[in-house]
């Protein structure tokens, strides 16, 4: 597993979160600041949503996060590339654990936090929530967190602990390439799901956060298991 001072790394997750929260919860009007650059009424609200090229993105980043999943799968059943049981384990249950449970079937039907088309600012019926709060503006399926920024972190992080196995196999620009690539795919997530109008900023950042604490604590717990010699 990545070699990271786990109590360091912890404080400074602790940090970031509470500085979002004082940052959302401070200026709740940034969230709808940002979605507002890209609401429309006189196109319909959130017209970037139906533009292709917006749908194709969304896809293609969908779709890596399917193909890491399956690899962590087919990783458990026959390890390959130098990668062992153990770091395909790790990524199967950061999927699992960080997008699957805790942010689409915990956060996402129980906060009850009104998507951006929902709300009456941009053209809807629900009521505005500030990130952090609790809400009855949705029953199922809601705004916080975003379910697909937090799979594409889960894919980021994946894809950086893979570059870490491979380091010496790979070029110093290769490596740097890849991890300019991985990050970006959270990024890219996160602004598709602001600019259709889907999430909020602060749905993404805390969707970010939360994938990452996740991703923290099944470090620790995979890092007491040996991976076999000559596996990362």
Same mark, same amino acid.
């Given at each position: 597993?990545? &070699? ?17 929260? =004082?940052? *959302? ?15 429309? $009424?006189?196109?319909?609200? *959130?017209?970037?949503?139906?533009? &292709? ?46 997008? %699957?449970?805790? $942010?689409? @079937? ?5 906060? %009850? ?6 709300? $009456? ?25 975003? %379910?697909?920024?937090?799979?594409? +972190?889960? *894919? +980021?992080?994946? =894809?950086? @602990? ?8 790979? =070029? ?17 997530? =996160? ?31 995979? $890092? ?9």
């Amino acid at each position: 597993m990545l &070699p990271i001072d786990h109590r360091r790394t912890a404080f400074g997750l602790l940090v970031a979160f509470v500085a979002a929260l =004082a940052l *959302f919860r401070g200026a709740p009007q940034l969230d709808l600041r940002v979605s507002a650059l890209f609401f429309d $009424a006189s196109r319909g609200g *959130f017209w970037l949503v139906d533009l &292709p090229s917006v749908q194709l993105w969304r896809s293609v980043l969908w779709n890596l996060s399917t193909m890491m999943m399956l690899a962590a799968v087919a990783g458990l059943a026959w390890p390959y590339l130098g990668v062992s049981r153990r770091v395909w384990g790790f990524i199967g249950a950061l999927y699992l654990l960080g997008p %699957g449970v805790m $942010a689409n @079937l915990v956060l996402k039907n129980n906060w %009850g936090r009104a998507r951006p088309a929902e709300i $009456a600012e941009f053209g809807g019926a629900a009521r505005f929530t500030p990130a952090g709060a609790t809400a009855d503006q949705c029953a199922t399926n809601c705004s916080f967190v975003s %379910g697909e920024v937090a799979s594409a +972190t889960a *894919f +980021t992080i994946s =894809a950086l @602990l893979l570059l870490w196995c491979w380091r010496a196999r790979l =070029a110093p620009s290769v490596r740097w390439l890849g991890v300019g690539l991985a990050v970006t795919v959270t990024l890219a997530s =996160a602004a598709q799901r602001i600019v259709a109008g889907r999430h909020f900023v602060s749905d993404s950042v805390f969707a970010v956060l939360l994938v990452a604490a996740v991703a923290l604590a099944l470090s620790w717990v995979f $890092a007491q298991r040996t991976a076999p010699k000559g596996t990362c």
